[in-house]
């Protein structure tokens, strides 16, 4: 079989999708570690530990649906 030329996986679309990929996580992580930083300013270690395992709960059960 023949390759195709304009091939969608082409290395350099492939290498290029990944690092805006990695960008977009590393920036979505910086937002999170400086929102949580500021939950936990405004709520309380205490309060934001009990919303944690809110989470966690949410997270947990949500494999269930």
């Known amino acids: 079989m023949a ?3 304009n ?4 290395g350099r679309l492939l290498a ?3 690092v805006c ?5 590393a920036a ?3 937002v999170a570690l400086i929102a ?3 939950l ?3 709520m309380g270690k ?15 059960f949500s494999l269930l649906i």
């Not at 990929?21 to 996580?25: H, P, R, V």
């Open 46 to 60: 205490q309060r934001f530990g009990l919303l944690t395992i809110i989470w966690m709960g949410v997270g947990y």
């Open 7 to 10: 091939s969608i996986t082409s």
């Open 21 to 25: 990929n990695f960008a977009g996580m």
């Open 28 to 30: 979505l992580m910086v």
């Open 3 to 5: 390759e195709p030329s």
């Open 40 to 42: 936990i300013n405004g």
């Open 36 to 38: 949580i930083r500021m």
């Open 16 to 18: 290029c999708s990944a």
